[in-house]
């Protein structure tokens, strides 16, 4: 049986005076991201916990780790593949009005 | 009394149980209310003051009106409004996920072969339009909400005992109906009444209560919504609790006069309209026997009026959390409107919390003990 989802927004949402949708928009987000990060922490540490109590990994091993080169280049490049990510709107943005700002220098 | 990330505290019976990864995103929720509530919001009380301090509040006509343009503008007052229901959307987004990641083991729990009680709904029945127009708490769907599941009723459970922080009575969430009773013993210590009725019960938190505390009785419990009603069916089961649930308004209930011993509502009349609160008030003495009591137990804030930041801030959760009478009933003048429905013996004060009615202290008094540990009360006898 296929079944009809539950409803997920509510009905009346009164606008806030003043406040824009895309804050509200974007308030949500941030909120859903920082409720994604604080369960994946939580997952994060159960399994170091459940790693430690069998035996697995020593206390303080994730702290003290020190990773080979190759594997600091991995991480490395995971980090700046997060800030690019993250940044990107940023980026664009400014490439726009670089380029906007060049194109009438040029006219 | 709180909850928190052990397995004990995490259950009823019925209850949605959530996984590893639900049961931090609920705390989550809980901890983002209570930062929002202990971190942010303090500054904005300050704000406040400091716009009270600055305006002469007995010279003018509106004073909540003047702290309401004063803080309009503020970004800070905007985004903390903002936050303050983000962090509701949060509490059911959670919530509604869980429960439907479980919807056929809650069904299959939800079916009760031997039910002491009963549910009876009614299919041509139409919810109140307070109740329609705006649903209530943000909960999506609203309280009358019904796709002939019990989920929504879930949703209700978990998401109420989130929604108090645990402070309620953890996951039973139950410390009204409890109090409600012990409001009855404390005047009424050797009653044995032989019908009760929850007005608004929702998923039955209020109800149960009654059933264990006066287990002779016939009790019931009415409601407007139908998913609700099967689920508080349901839950009152395997709480093992004899208690017939009917989809009825409190306005006009199918009961004849003076067919109750006792009849009560829990944080209901805020929840209604000017109007419905009169009607429900109305119909409580209707289906009272000569001498039978009426209880309404309501949040304990009537004594911030006064208090502008407070009635301020109650204005704010009843527009942005839908709280339709939140103002009427707050300023209600239950004695007048009791006594003009014939009610004999009115009381109203602050019952301290109870965590079980019949053992907890029974302290009744005319002043509140703060949210969480008294609730007002307005009682009368018919």
Redesign the interface.
């Known amino acids: 049986m296929t ?12 606008p ?4 824009a949708a895309a ?2 928009q974007t ?2 987000m941030i ?2 991201l ?2 994604e990060i ?2 994946l922490r ?2 994060q540490d ?1 399994c170091e916990r459940l790693l430690a109590s069998a035996g697995l990994l020593p206390p303080g091993a994730v702290d003290s780790f020190d990773p080979d080169p190759a594997a600091r280049a991995e991480r490395e490049a995971l980090r700046k593949r997060s800030i690019a990510k993250v940044l990107r709107p940023m980026q664009e943005l400014a490439q726009h009005e670089l380029a906007s700002l060049t194109t009438e220098t040029e006219t | 009394m709180s909850w928190n990330e052990s397995a004990a505290a995490q259950t009823h019976p019925m209850i949605a149980v959530p996984s ?2 639900e049961l ?2 609920q705390l ?2 809980r901890d ?1 209310k209570l930062h929002v509530m202990q971190v942010i919001e303090p500054a904005q009380r300050k704000i406040a003051d400091h716009v009270l301090a600055g305006s002469d509040a007995r010279s003018s006509n509106n004073p909540l009106g003047d702290l309401r343009d004063a803080m ?2 503020l970004e800070s007052f ?2 903390w ?3 303050k ?3 509701q ?2 509490l ?3 919530v ?1 996920s869980s ?2 990641r479980q ?1 056929e083991q809650l069904e299959e729990l939800g079916t009760i072969a031997d039910p002491l009680g009963s549910v009876t709904l009614d299919p041509d029945f139409v919810v109140p339009d307070y109740v ?4 209530i708490h ?5 309280n009358g ?1 019904d ?1 002939g ?1 019990i ?2 009723g879930a ?1 209700m459970d978990r998401g109420g005992a989130v929604y108090m922080l645990g402070r309620n009575g953890g996951m039973l969430n139950d410390l009204r109906g409890q109090t409600a009773m012990a409001h009855l013993l404390t005047f009424a210590p050797d009653i044995a009444p032989s019908r009760i009725l929850d007005m608004g019960c929702g998923i039955g938190t209020s109800t149960v209560p009654a059933a264990v505390a006066f287990p002779d009785a016939e009790v019931h419990g009415i409601d407007v919504g139908a998913s609700m009603l099967r689920y508080a069916h349901a839950r009152a089961e395997h709480l093992g609790a004899r208690v017939h649930f009917t989809q009825a308004s409190a306005e006009h209930t199918p009961y004849p006069d003076g067919h109750f011993d006792v009849v009560y509502s829990c944080v209901v009349l805020h929840e209604t309209s000017p109007e419905a609160m009169l009607n429900v008030l109305a119909e409580s003495k209707r289906l009272l026997r000569p001498g039978g009591i009426a209880i309404h137990l309501e949040v304990p804030l009537i004594h911030t009026m006064g208090d502008h930041w407070e009635e301020f801030t109650s204005e704010l959760e009843a ?2 959390n ?1 709280e339709p009478n939140w103002r009427g009933a707050l300023t209600a003048d239950y004695r007048a409107e009791m006594e003009s429905l014939g009610f004999a013996d009115v009381k109203l004060g602050y019952q301290s919390t109870a965590t079980d009615a019949r053992s907890s202290a029974k302290v009744f008094k005319e002043t509140s003990d703060g949210v969480f540990r008294s609730w007002f009360v307005a009682s009368g006898r018919a």
């Not at chain 2, 329609?132 to 649903?135: L, S």
């Open positions: 079944r009809i989802p539950l409803p997920r927004t509510p009905n009346r949402l009164d806030i005076p003043g406040r804050d509200e308030l949500g909120m859903g920082l409720s604080t369960v939580a997952r159960a | 590893h990864d931090v995103e989550f929720v983002l309009a503008p905007k985004s409004l903002g936050i229901r983000e962090s959307r949060q059911w987004a959670a509604g429960v439907e919807a329609a127009q705006g649903d943000l909960m999506p769907g609203g909400f796709d599941s989920l929504q949703v527009q942005f839908n």
